[in-house]
């Protein structure tokens, strides 16, 4: 047989197909390499998503406390309430079947009953999305709503259908108390404002996981094969917080707020000035942190007068605009013009470069020329001649001039910048704002920056800047959050004192506090921010606004501090836009800081101490002398200093005006007895007592058989301007004689002229 041969071709065909496997091959098995290494961890988690399922266990998010230990923000157990549409559409069945169930309409009409939703859109829900095993009715339900629910779902056996799933709800127990400042989290519970925001990381913790294995069923495999990650809770925030001093300062907002008809909300903050702690901080825009989208019905009325349709992105754009005004935290994000309260720092500058004496004098003329501007003083027929104390507690601004011009422009640059005011504060809030000073500034700018006008601070900037003349010189990071702590107590985050720098000498500090606090209970402009008891120094300001369309506005504030020669606490109220009276910081915001320091300092644990003037000033209160013999009442009465008679014939007391618990002066004070309740009469017509000084009301009081209570300013017997402002009885009522009529006083004084240019 001869011998055959393999053809080149065959050769060739063979090799590269030989080679195509061996590559195919190669191939496959770096594939598998590259599987089991480089995408190892890929492969491996498909692998394990189609063996298991995974319950998030959510971690509970951390407290946050005030300085008391009071919970601002914590976690309560809600509900959310959800359907299966999917479920729904097969438990009914076939609607043209026997046995035919609408379960729709029942879980419609049900619980739209329970939980208030209307009954259309519960019946949308589960009618047009039956592709769905889970379409949420609503979230937040209470307990007891939940068990309505369960009632519900038991009676109509409607396990498969409607379901009940248990969550961490975060919740405010003060509802509006420091709303600004705690903020909110969304319905995932992430921060989204506050220091909810700011100290998410802290707050959110970690979730937690249930893991369960299952066989190429989809059933679940024994026990041995599920795991369980815990939750690693969130940590707690201690803050520096008052809630007591939070609710005074405010109440106060709301007063000045509805007293004047402020159109742009007012602000305040409250600080220890030793430490930098900001001890309440408030807008007068309060929302529920437990609904913020809630409408106000002032938001609800700006919306309705809009003239849009609701739902158009014209109302939305709106409603957006109108809920994020209302949240912003005006203390810290906001710039005004501070007017005359700055002047204590330009006094701090001029002192510590020792460019004016106490004794020195400069005679105001109730205005200075400068580059052929005339620029004035709020007392436009002059203050004659003044000290350089005089002319800080009258608000003098041609004094204020004077001293821009010895200061000079670099200097007055470098003091700026040291008091702060062009940098943040580092406040540990966001959306902190920035002052506006410009950058090229003129001698004629200079002369009007001094005396605190055309240029704009914000009000945590300028409270941190008083501060530090309040304690020595120490310009502070203000802060809220004293520590982060974990359940057990361990501590995570301290915050320690920051001092960023030097501003001015402790002597200059202690000379201006003299100054300002004499400016106070003395005959300054800072009247109306006295407290019996307390030495509190003190400033006004008013400025007109400069914005477009802003004109004729003013910016009313008072900023002040207290002991003067101990200081502690300092509080700063802004009032933007008031609308109503006499529109001066002295008049619309320093009556408020003294109420709001009234109530504050005690609450601080510093103690009243009173002089003996203001000790003969007091208020009594009234004892109850009913049953008392009228000899024993009358002697009783004289001997506290105050006056007493006795209507009737009879021996024994059976009624008296004023009622026990009442406060009458000590001075004019006047107890009437009645021996028989029928001879007491309501035959008094009280008068309108606004505009009358203290003298002038008493003396018709007492004509009148009335008495007078004192409120507001407490020295009225000094200086001049000290009028009623209010009273507790409206004009035109009958009361009986003996009767209290409660006065407030407040001096009116102008403190600054908004309008200080004439071209």
Known sequence: MANETVSTGAIRRSTVMGLVVFAVFAFLLLRILVIQTVNFDKYQSKVINQM?????????????????????????????????????????????????????????????????????????????????????????????????????????????MVYLEAQSTRYYPGNTLGSHMIGFTSSDGIGLYGLEYQYDEYLKGTDGYYILARDSYGNEMPFEYASYID??????????????????????????????????????????????????????????????????????????????????DEYNALLSKTLTETWSNKAVAESYIPGSTFKIITSSMA???????????????????????????????????????QGLQQSCNVWFMTLGGRIGIDHYKQYVNAFGYNEKTGIDLPGEGNGIFN???????????????NFNVTPIQHITAISSVANGGRLLTPYIVESVTDNAGNVIYRHETETKRKTVSEDVCKALS?????????????????????????????????????????????????????P???????????????????????????????????????????????????????????????????????????KCEVVGNGDTVSAQLPLSGSYIEKQSGKIYLYTDKSLLEENVTVPDFTGMTAAQANARLIGLGLNIKIEGTKNYLTGTGAVVYSQSVAPGTKVGKGEVITLTFRHMDADEEPDYRED
Not at 361 to 387: D, E, P, W
Not at 439 to 453: C, P
């Open 231 to 312: 939750a690693i809770d969130g940590y707690n925030l201690n803050t520096t917080i008052d809630a007591s001093v939070q609710g005074y300062l405010e109440e106060q907002l709301a007063k000045t707020v509805a007293d004047h008809e402020v159109t742009n909300r007012a602000c305040g903050i409250v600080m220890d000035v030793n430490t930098g702690a900001i001890l309440a901080m408030a807008t007068s825009s309060p929302f529920d942190l437990n609904d913020p989208w809630k409408l106000s019905a002032e938001m609800q009325e700006k919306l309705s007068s809009s003239g849009y349709a609701e739902g158009s």
């Open 568 to 642: 502690q606490v300092a509080i700063i109220i802004i009032v933007d836009e008031p609308t109503k009276g006499v529109l001066y910081g002295s008049t619309v915001a320093a009556p408020y800081v003294a109420d709001a320091l009234e109530n504050i300092l005690p609450q601080l644990g510093v103690t009243a101490e009173y002089t003996q003037e203001e000790l003969d000033k007091m208020a009594i209160k009234v004892g109850s002398y009913r049953t008392w013999s009228v000899n024993r009442a009358r002697n009783t009465i004289e001997s506290l200093g105050l």
């Open 351 to 389: 002192m510590e470069e020792k460019l004016v004496s106490f004794t020195e004098t400069v005679t105001c003329n109730g205005y200075l020329s400068m580059f052929g501007i005339r620029i004035h003083c709020h007392k436009t027929q002059g203050h004659g001649g003044l000290s350089f104390a």
């Open 514 to 566: 003299t100054i300002l606090e004499e400016g106070v209970s003395g005959d300054g402009g800072a009247k109306n921010a006295y407290v019996a008891g307390y030495r509190v120094a003190a400033k006004t300001g008013t400025s007109e606004k400069k914005d477009a369309g802003k004109e004729g506005l003013y910016i009313c504030s008072t900023v002040a501090y207290a002991p003067a020669d101990d």
């Open 439 to 453: 950058a090229q500034m003129s001698e004629l700018d200079l002369a009007i920056y001094a005396f605190g006008q």
């Open 52 to 160: 298991t399922t995974e319950s998030r266990v959510a971690a509970d998010r951390g407290k946050i406390y005030d300085k008391n230990g009071n919970v601002l923000a914590t976690n309560i157990t809600t509900y959310r309430v959800f359907i299966s549409p999917s479920s729904i559409k097969t438990e009914s069945g076939d609607k043209d079947s026997e046995g035919y169930t609408d379960y729709a309409q029942i879980v419609s009409r049900g619980l739209s009953d329970i939980l208030g939703v209307s009954y259309e859109t519960v019946y949308k829900q589960a009618t047009g999305y039956t592709q769905y095993l889970d379409r949420t009715i609503m979230r937040k339900v209470n307990e007891e709503t939940a068990d309505t629910v369960r009632e519900f779902i038991d009676e109509n056996d409607l396990e498969n």
